[in-house]
C-alpha cells in the first residue's frame, strides 16, 4: 500500500528529529506529528481481511457483469472499476483490466479515454517491473494532445517511471540521466496541478522528507490522509 509505505518513511524519518524536540520542546509539533502518524496508521489498519475479502467478492461480481455487458461503454467503466480495486493488490491482474479498458475505449473511438488508459498502463507495467513495455506505451502518447486531466496523469507516470528506473539501473550515467528525466516531469507535473490535491500532497510529502523538513512532510501527509 503507497501511503503505509509513505507513513513508514516519514516514521523513520521522525525518529531522527533533533534531540532537543524530543526532550519537551516544540511540544505542539510533536503532538501534531503524533496525531498525524496516528491518522494515517488507522487507515493502514483499516485494510483487514474483512476488507480484503469483500474486494475479492466485488472483483468477482463485477467480473461477471463485465462479461454479461452488451455495450463498449458499459464494459469500459467495468474495466476501470476492476483496475482500480486491483492496481496496487493483484498487479499483473490489473494489467488485464487495463488492455480490456484500452479496448473498450479505441471501440468507441473515445482519444480521451484511451489515452487515459495509456497513461494507467504506462505506470502500472513500470510498477510491475515491466520498464520496455512502459517506455513503449510513453512513446504512443502525445502529450500535447491531452487533455488537462490526462496531462497531470502523463506527467505523474512518467515521473514514477524515471523514479523506478533511477532506482533499478546499475550505471551510474543512467541513473543520473533517469533522474534528471524524473525532475523534470515532476516539475512539469507541479506546475500544473491544483495545490493541496491528492498529487501535489504526494509528490510534496517526498521534497519535503527528501530536504529534512519532516514536519512540513508530516503536514503534508496529514492533508493527503484527510482527502483519501
Same mark, same amino acid.
Given at each position: 500500500m503507497d501511503h503505509l509505505r509513505t507513513f513508514l518513511i516519514i516514521l523513520a524519518s521522525f525518529l531522527f528529529l533533533p534531540a532537543e524536540a524530543a526532550n519537551g520542546q516544540d511540544t505542539k509539533d510533536i503532538k501534531y506529528i503524533n496525531d498525524s502518524l496516528l491518522h494515517v496508521l488507522d487507515k493502514a489498519v483499516a485494510d483487514s481481511k474483512a476488507l480484503r475479502e469483500q474486494r475479492e467478492e466485488r472483483i468477482s461480481t463485477l467480473q461477471a457483469a463485465y462479461n454479461n455487458a452488451s455495450s463498449w461503454s458499459v464494459r469500459y467503466d467495468i474495466a476501470q472499476q476492476l483496475y482500480l480495486l486491483t492496481n496496487t493488490y493483484k498487479t499483473t491482474l490489473a494489467l488485464h483490466y487495463l488492455h480490456l479498458s484500452l479496448n473498450a475505449a479505441e471501440r468507441l473511438r473515445d482519444i480521451d479515454k484511451a489515452d487515459k488508459c495509456k497513461c494507467q498502463l504506462m505506470k502500472q507495467y513500470a510498477r510491475t517491473g515491466f520498464f520496455g513495455e512502459a517506455v513503449l506505451t510513453m512513446n504512443e502518447i502525445n502529450p500535447r494532445t491531452l487533455n488537462a486531466k490526462n496531462r497531470i496523469a502523463y506527467y505523474d507516470?512518467?515521473?514514477?517511471?524515471?523514479?523506478?528506473?533511477? @532506482?533499478?539501473?546499475?550505471?551510474? =550515467?543512467?541513473?543520473?540521466? @533517469?533522474?534528471?528525466?524524473?525532475?523534470?516531469?515532476?516539475?512539469?507535473?507541479?506546475? +500544473? =496541478?491544483?495545490?493541496?490535491? +491528492? +498529487?501535489?500532497? =504526494?509528490?510534496?510529502? *517526498? +521534497?519535503?522528507? *527528501?530536504? *529534512?523538513?519532516?514536519?512540513?512532510?508530516?503536514?503534508?501527509?496529514?492533508?493527503?490522509?484527510?482527502? =483519501?
Open positions: 507516470c512518467t515521473s514514477y517511471m524515471y523514479n523506478q528506473l533511477a @532506482f533499478y539501473t546499475k550505471d551510474k =550515467t543512467d541513473q543520473q540521466r @533517469f533522474q534528471t528525466l524524473e525532475r523534470s516531469m515532476k516539475d512539469s507535473l507541479l506546475s +500544473i =496541478t491544483p495545490k493541496n490535491s +491528492i +498529487i501535489w500532497l =504526494t509528490y510534496m510529502q *517526498g +521534497i519535503y522528507s *527528501g530536504a *529534512g523538513k519532516y514536519r512540513e512532510a508530516l503536514r503534508a501527509l496529514d492533508k493527503w490522509a484527510r482527502l =483519501t
